[in-house]
Each structure stands twice: as structure tokens, then as C-alpha cells.
């Protein structure tokens, strides 16, 4: 049985692509298995071993070379930070090892690597072993983990026109972002449908806050900030909160004291979201980070969104994700500095659009010409097309 190599880690943004493009490698093609990689200590790392399309799972170390968009040279004089890049050169060389026995061991045809600094020791030793890897990235600026293994990978799949990467454009191809099937474009129907799964009145007003798989901790707070006014002036509004599971025992407790007990009702919190498809179709508006494979979730469903972007993450991707929608009018763009320093911002924002429907639809009319909604399939034969 011919066998493929699925990796990448740190994130949901990174995981739930990988299991997209599982469930269609499956859907083109019975007669592989599929193995999936991941980080040791990986928090997300449970998702593939649960999926059904993944048939083994194995996990090595890696390292991450800590750098924060915005920190200049204050980071490089950072000890605890050096002593931690430092200790993670060793894991890198020990995350090489075990891929190499690894993958001397599984003799796959193919790997696909979705980023994520798994990527670096799985691609190091794929090119050693003269074992052709795709690497993909669903950002406008490319992970670091994908630029240093980029030299040796047959394709570079990437979410944005080729010419937006510096990949050579013969190695290169636009396939978008691959998303569970489930994520399709929403009418009123299907809305309401998710709305009765979610037992929330088909009339409400929906708001859904995610930050995230793993949360996001300064939006969880400004929201906390706005939640009791915008619940106090919309009487029929109904709020989901994908608070990341550190923070929910926190975020219930911050709710239970700001909220009476009927405003109570009317606001949910989550750990944890596996079907987020259906939280963001029943949604009337969406605040969320600047991840890519949110925004494209988001895009295929046609939702209007609030987009809070993370300034510190490497290399700025997400702020760069918020410029590039904010200049196709596709989302409402919130700078976090701002929000913190006035949480009202949000609330005047979130009040606006749930007062003009025409608001709403025009952005998710924009946001869904963003939309690669065959991103998966076509992926999934890129891969194919290696065997």
C-alpha cells in the first residue's frame, strides 16, 4: 500500500488543513495510508489521532526560533528567549533524527508539509532521503519553517497568486487554502438549520467570537469589556465565545460576574470548537484573529467579519492578512493597540453592523469573492500527482 506523510503543527490553523486534504487524498485515492507527524508537546497535536482518514500518528522534536514582529533588537538581547532558541537547536538536530529513522522506516511515496516547525527536521531529512515533499502556506508572507527547507520541495502550494511569494514560479502554484468539506457558502436556510443544532432562537441576532484554537486571550478580555452593553441594547442577540481552553474556566468566571442571569443565557462559552463550521454559519457577524485558514473559512461561507489581527506574530503575517482584506473592503479591520485602549471601538463596530444588515451582506459579498472553495481537492491531486 502506497503510503504519504502528512505534517505540520502549533496550530489549528496548520492541523485542520492537513485533515481536509486527508479526507480527500482518501476520498481520490482508497488504496494509501496516510501517517501524520507532529510536535512533541504540540497541544493540537490529539486532532489527527481522532480523525478517521489518519491511519497512524507519530511525534518528534522540534524547535522553534523565538522572533516577534515589532521587538527589533530588544528580542536578540532577551536571555530567557536566547536560552530558548538555543535549547531548541538541539531539539531540531534530535527532531532530525527521529524523522530520518522514520522515514527510512515508512518508505512513503510523498510528504505534504503544511509549516510548522515539525516541517523543518521532517523536510531535512526528506531531501537526504531523496523523498519528494510539497510544502504549502496559507499566509501572505511564508513561514520560516517552509523557507528553509524551500531549496529541496517539489511544489510550493501556496494560498495567494504565485507572484505574491518569492518561490521559483515554476515550483509554484495557487491552490488556496484546503478546508473541511463541511465549510460551503451560507443562505438563510442553512443558517437556521446550524442556528437549531446550536438551540439558538431562529430569530436572534448571532454574534460568534473565536481567537483561535488556542484562544485569544487580549480579545477574549476587550470582548468581556463589550459583551454586557451590546447584550444590554440588542434583546435578541445571542453571543458564542471560542474562548481556547486555558482560558475557559477564566472567561466563565469573568461572565458569571459581569452578566445577569438572563443576559447569562444568552451567551455561550467554549473550550474548544472541533465543528466550527457550524458556530461561524450561524453567526450574523464574526470577531476573529487574522488567521488565514479562519479567513478563508470565513470567506467560503460569505460572513461578514471583524477582523482583529495579532501584531506580534512572526514576520507581521497576520497584520499583512488585514491589510491585504482591508484593501479589497472585504472586512472591518480593528488595530489591537486601539482596542485595548478603548473597547468601546469594538462595540460601535459590532452595534453598526448588527443595525444594518446591507453592511453585512455587502462584506460577506466581498469576503466570498476571496473564497477558494475547491482548495482541498485540488491540493490533494497536486499531491496525487507526485506519486
Not at 481520490?28 to 480523525?51: C, E, F, V
Not at 479567513?295 to 460572513?303: H, I, M, S
Not at 499583512?320 to 482596542?339: M, P, R, S, Y
Request: contains cysteine.
Amino acid at each position: 500500500m502506497t503510503t504519504i506523510i502528512l505534517t505540520g503543527a502549533g496550530s489549528g490553523g496548520h492541523i485542520t488543513p492537513i485533515l481536509a486534504v486527508a479526507a480527500e487524498l482518501k476520498r481520490l485515492k482508497t488504496d494509501i495510508k496516510l501517517i501524520y507527524i507532529g510536535q512533541k508537546g504540540d497541544p493540537m497535536a490529539a486532532m489527527p489521532s481522532r480523525h478517521k482518514y489518519i491511519d497512524e500518528v507519530y511525534v518528534i522534536r522540534a524547535g522553534k526560533f523565538r522572533r516577534y514582529h515589532g521587538e527589533g533588537l530588544k528580542q536578540l538581547t532577551d536571555i530567557p528567549t536566547m536560552l530558548k532558541n538555543i535549547r531548541d537547536v538541539l531539539f531540531v538536530l534530535i527532531g532530525l533524527l527521529q524523522s530520518w529513522k522514520l522515514l527510512r522506516r515508512l518508505r512513503p511515496k510523498v510528504i505534504f508539509i503544511k509549516g510548522g516547525y515539525v516541517g523543518v527536521p521532517v523536510g531535512l531529512a526528506a531531501a537526504s532521503l531523496k523523498i519528494p515533499f510539497i510544502t504549502h502556506d496559507s499566509d501572505a508572507v511564508p513561514g520560516l519553517a517552509n523557507k528553509i527547507i524551500a531549496k529541496w520541495a517539489s511544489k510550493h502550494a501556496v494560498a495567494l497568486p504565485p507572484e505574491a511569494y518569492y518561490y521559483p514560479r515554476n515550483k509554484t502554484v495557487m491552490t488556496g487554502i484546503p478546508l473541511r468539506r463541511e465549510f460551503v457558502p451560507v443562505n438563510t436556510k442553512i443558517q437556521q438549520d446550524y442556528r437549531a443544532q446550536l438551540k439558538i432562537p431562529s430569530k436572534s441576532q448571532v454574534l460568534f467570537v473565536v481567537g483561535g484554537g488556542l484562544g485569544a486571550e487580549r480579545i477574549n478580555l476587550a470582548v468581556a469589556e463589550v459583551i454586557p452593553h451590546l447584550l444590554a441594547e440588542f434583546e435578541e442577540l445571542y453571543v458564542l465565545h471560542g474562548v481556547g481552553q486555558a482560558n475557559e474556566t477564566a472567561m466563565n468566571d469573568i461572565y458569571d460576574k459581569k452578566l445577569s442571569e438572563a443576559e447569562r443565557g444568552r451567551l455561550k462559552v467554549y473550550g474548544f470548537i472541533d465543528d466550527l463550521y457550524k458556530y461561524s454559519g450561524a453567526a450574523d457577524i464574526i470577531i476573529s484573529r487574522a488567521g488565514a485558514t479562519n479567513l478563508a473559512e470565513f470567506a467560503v461561507q460569505g460572513k461578514a467579519c471583524i477582523i482583529i489581527p495579532s501584531p506580534f506574530l512572526a514576520a507581521g503575517h497576520q497584520l499583512k492578512n488585514g491589510i491585504f482584506l482591508d484593501q479589497q473592503g472585504a472586512a472591518v479591520i480593528i488595530d489591537e493597540t486601539e482596542l485595548q485602549e478603548d473597547p468601546n471601538r469594538l462595540a460601535a463596530k459590532v452595534s453598526d453592523l448588527l443595525k444594518k444588515p446591507e453592511n453585512r451582506r455587502s462584506l460577506g459579498s466581498k469576503m466570498s469573492k476571496l473564497a477558494h472553495p475547491h482548495a482541498s481537492s485540488e491540493l490533494a491531486r497536486l499531491i496525487l500527482d507526485e506519486l
